[in-house]
């Protein structure tokens, strides 16, 4: 939300919005709850789009929308709220309908650690979010996924008292199955923690699609001809820009305006190596540029 006090301004609003058109509701909901941006309200079929118009009628710089329940369900973050016969509530876990059960494969090369808290993550969220209707399937359902996701179904343990330790500097180490985690258990009786960290993905190491093309860049450069030189120059644009136009001043045999292009009229039959430019340093200030290029 761009600078650190976008929320807090956000968040003072939304309270200060909300008395207000609690205050003067046409028909007050029986139950109002909000986190952040999505709102959960209680009213009577009846009052719904009237509630709605009132709450978009107290500001011109917020406009709400609206999802009723269907089939006596509603989603709410990421729980689903279901109306029983009674009318009284119960709760869930919501996934989206594109939701696939794709976790961290139990198979990959991570530590077992890691690997562990998919399935503890998945169990937590069940017991704080689903009611003791539902809590027995819901935790049917996650054993099922893991399963398929090859990972291990977590098992509660006694904790009993910790052994005393001294806190030192935690260590940050590759995973190498066999290799750091031994290493992790001989740091661990030395009282230092051990974090690891799994190996690079294809993705980092491939350029990202909208990052800077190397000859975008201001900054210093050298042009390579056969002869054994080498012409270096600097320019306050892109350095594809200034090879074109060395490029053009040797066709058009302009050699007052570049010395590659008084070189190659002076020695002809020189080939300067346009199709490999070497970028020495990049710079956007003038001074540090001058002397990048006088020291080149």
Not at 26 to 34: I, S
Not at 122 to 138: P, S, T, V, Y
Not at 189 to 205: E, L
Request: charge should be positive.
């Amino acid at each position: 939300m761009g600078s650190p006090v976008s929320p807090v301004v956000a968040d003072i609003f939304m309270e200060d919005f909300e008395q207000k058109a609690l205050d003067t509701a046409p028909a007050k909901p029986k139950m109002y709850k909000r986190y952040v941006d999505d709102t959960f309200a209680v009213l009577p079929n009846d009052k719904v789009s009237a509630f709605l118009d009132h709450l978009n009628s107290i500001s011109s710089n917020i406009k709400f929308t609206m999802e009723l329940e269907a089939n006596n369900k509603l989603a709410f973050l990421d729980v689903l709220i279901l109306r029983n016969p009674d009318n009284t509530l119960g709760h869930t876990v919501y996934r989206k309908p594109t939701h696939t059960d794709k976790y961290l494969n139990g198979s990959s090369h991570h530590h077992p650690s890691q690997l562990a808290t998919v399935g503890k993550s998945l169990f937590q969220r069940a017991r704080k979010i689903c009611d003791e209707n539902h809590i027995a399937g819901e935790l049917q359902h996650v054993k099922r996924v893991l399963q398929r996701n090859q990972l291990k179904t977590p098992h509660q343990r006694h904790k009993g008292p910790k052994p005393p330790s001294v806190e030192r500097c935690p260590a940050t180490l590759p995973y190498i199955k066999g290799v750091t985690d031994r290493i992790g258990h001989i740091l661990r009786r030395a009282s230092i923690k051990t974090y690891f960290k799994p190996h690079k993905k294809i993705t980092q190491f491939l350029r990202p699609v909208k990052c800077n093309i190397p000859l975008q860049d201001a900054g210093v450069y050298k042009l390579d001809c056969e002869c054994g030189l080498s012409y270096i120059g600097q320019t306050k644009r892109s350095i594809k820009t200034r090879v074109k136009e060395h490029i053009a001043d040797m066709k058009h045999t302009r050699s007052t305006k570049s010395a590659i292009s008084e070189h190659t009229l002076d020695k002809p039959n020189h080939y300067i190596r346009f199709d490999n430019p070497q970028i020495l340093a990049k710079e956007n200030r003038f001074i540090p540029r001058m002397m990048r290029e006088a020291l080149k």
